[in-house]
């Protein structure tokens, strides 16, 4: 009995192009059934990124008023808002986007330290009214991949003699003095979310319902002058660019 060796020539009929044309279309089927969805989010995913900056529009004077159900407006007088530019630089709609502020640090002299009372919790999107639900105003539905940045508001600060109607009077400042009100979703009964005059650390984590979370760490400076002017105000408030970190703040730590 004799062995003849097999010429490659005979798997290349017809029938055996189809058969392996046939398993490679449902091996491919497969795959995309199993992992389909995984290589999209490699292929196609938000990219979330924040930038802070001293300028307009990144900082705009508000006339701030105080609505009553009488239908009653009372002036409470100019506060400097001061924000943070989020933008979406990846190739997919981001859906859900907050700016979640988990600790702030004040600088007490070549150290900083932990604001006990501080509540962590989301900062406001600008131009987002009382009117809307708690809910609507820290949560974006989307942000476009590509397009100009948003803001949301971090901080603002108002005209010291109208802090008090503005129920922004903290203990231990100077009734001339400013005070750093940040704009969290709360108002805290413990005047967490008041701060003076002084250096800061803040901690970000922009984050979207279908990407990564982004970690920044901002040094924030307020010397406790207030003015009218832009170009003086803007010398006694700085930010310095904010120093993007592989994870957040962890717990109480």
Same mark, same amino acid.
């Given at each position: 009995?004799?062995?003849?060796p097999?010429?490659w020539?005979?798997?290349?009929?017809?029938?055996?192009?189809?058969?392996?044309?046939?398993v490679?279309?449902?091996?491919?089927?497969?795959?995309?059934?199993?992992?389909?969805?995984?290589?999209?989010?490699?292929?196609?995913?938000?990219?979330?990124?924040?930038?802070?900056?001293?300028r307009?529009?990144?900082?705009? *004077?508000?006339?701030?008023?105080?609505?009553?159900?009488?239908?009653?407006?009372?002036?409470l007088?100019?506060?400097?808002?001061?924000?943070?530019?989020?933008?979406?630089?990846?190739n997919?709609?981001?859906?859900?986007?907050?700016?979640?502020?988990?600790k702030?640090?004040?600088?007490?002299?070549? *150290?900083?330290?932990?604001?006990?009372?501080?509540?962590?919790?989301?900062?406001?999107?600008?131009?987002?009214?009382?009117?809307k639900?708690?809910?609507?105003?820290?949560?974006?539905?989307?942000?476009?991949?590509?397009?100009?940045?948003?803001?949301?508001?971090?901080?603002?600060?108002?005209?010291?003699?109208?802090?008090?109607?503005?129920?922004?009077?903290?203990?231990?400042?100077?009734?001339?003095?400013?005070?750093?009100?940040?704009?969290?979703?709360?108002?805290?009964?413990?005047?967490?979310?008041?701060?003076?005059?002084?250096?800061?650390?803040?901690?970000?984590?922009?984050?979207?319902?279908?990407?990564?979370?982004?970690?920044?760490?901002?040094?924030?400076?307020?010397?406790?002058?207030?003015?009218?002017?832009?170009?003086?105000?803007?010398?006694?408030?700085k930010?310095?660019?904010?120093?993007?970190?592989?994870?957040?703040?962890?717990?109480?730590?």
């Open positions: 009995m004799s062995c003849h097999i010429s020539c005979e798997f290349f009929t017809a029938e055996w192009l189809t058969a392996l044309g046939t490679g279309a449902v091996v491919l089927a497969l795959s995309l059934a199993l992992y389909g969805e995984q290589v999209k989010r490699w292929t196609f995913h938000p990219a979330l990124r924040l930038r802070a900056h001293v307009r529009p990144d900082a705009d *004077k508000v006339s701030r008023w105080a609505q009553f159900q009488d239908g009653r407006r009372i002036d007088g100019e506060s400097w808002y001061f924000r943070l530019a989020v933008s979406n630089d990846g997919e709609t981001a859906e859900d986007v907050q700016v979640f502020l988990a702030v640090e004040r600088k007490h002299g070549h *150290k900083f330290e932990k604001v006990i009372r501080f509540t962590p919790m989301n900062l406001r999107w600008t131009n987002t009214d009382d009117e639900t708690s809910r609507d105003r820290v949560t974006r539905p989307t942000l476009l991949a590509d397009t100009p940045a948003v803001y949301c508001d971090l901080v603002h600060i108002s005209d010291p003699t109208t802090k008090q109607a503005q129920g922004e009077d903290l203990a231990g400042v100077a009734p001339g003095g400013g005070v750093l009100a940040l704009d969290v979703q709360v108002a805290t009964y413990s005047n967490g979310h008041l701060l003076e005059p002084g250096t800061y650390l803040f901690h970000l984590t922009v984050a979207a319902s279908n990407a990564p979370s982004a970690h920044y760490v901002l040094e924030v400076s307020y010397s406790g002058k207030w003015s009218p002017e832009e170009k003086e105000m803007f010398d006694e408030f930010m310095k660019p904010p120093e993007r970190v592989k994870r957040g703040p962890q717990g109480d730590e």
